[in-house]
């Protein structure tokens, strides 16, 4: 069980683990997920999603795979990898691979979930058979990398057009949802 430290203020942090989960929060998120069409990565606030009060706006990715087993997914591997990848429009999209390159997540969904100033990735992963809180490092390499990356994407309009995508069994997450403030606070509002 990693320990994630979550700086609560100027002066003071709390080590959070799997036992601090907003459960209500995470049943949202897995609801949410089994009625989307495809695999989606979703990025939320990282003390809400730990349930303490933090002064830092960090966020948390989170990755639902319902439908995988944790032992199938080499998640604990800190090996960051940009790619640019196909989606299934035949549009070209910058992603970090997470999981020794077996789970590629959109350029988008980074960006949200690492604002400027913080040096790493926490994530959730969501299994059929567990939940697991990750962090893993995120260099100002691996952001230059990845801006790099999402400046070749863009630069091809539609390069696979003529070509059928390669078969892989690497997870692809291009659809992301960034979640602001609480279900309940969303609801009232």
């Keep these: 069980m990693e320990q994630i430290r979550v700086i609560i203020d100027s002066q003071n942090s709390q080590v959070c683990t799997e036992d601090n989960l907003n459960l209500d929060l995470v049943e949202v998120l897995q609801r949410h997920a089994e009625e989307q069409p495809a695999p989606a990565t979703y990025v939320v606030e990282l003390g809400t999603l ?28 800190r090996t960051l990898r940009v790619e640019v990848r196909v ?4 549009e070209s ?15 988008r969904a980074i960006a949200a979930a690492i604002p400027p100033g913080f040096s790493r990735l926490v994530t959730l992963w969501l299994f059929k058979d567990k939940k697991v809180l990750r ?25 696979f057009d003529d070509q059928p995508p390669a078969e892989s069994n690497v997870i692809e997450l291009f659809d992301n949802f960034v979640m602001r403030g ?7 509002a």
């Design 93 to 107: 999209a910058a992603c970090l691979a997470l999981a020794d390159g077996n789970v590629a997540v959109s350029e």
């Design 182 to 188: 609480t279900p309940t606070e969303r609801a009232s």
């Design 50 to 77: 730990l349930g303490v009060t933090s002064v830092r706006q960090e966020k948390c990715l989170v990755i639902v795979l319902p439908e995988t087993d944790s032992q199938d997914i080499p998640y604990l591997s």
């Design 135 to 159: 962090e893993y490092p995120y260099t100002s390499e691996t952001d230059e990398d990845l801006g790099v990356a999402t400046l070749v994407a863009q630069s091809h309009e539609r390069p």
């Design 87 to 90: 989606t299934p429009d035949g």
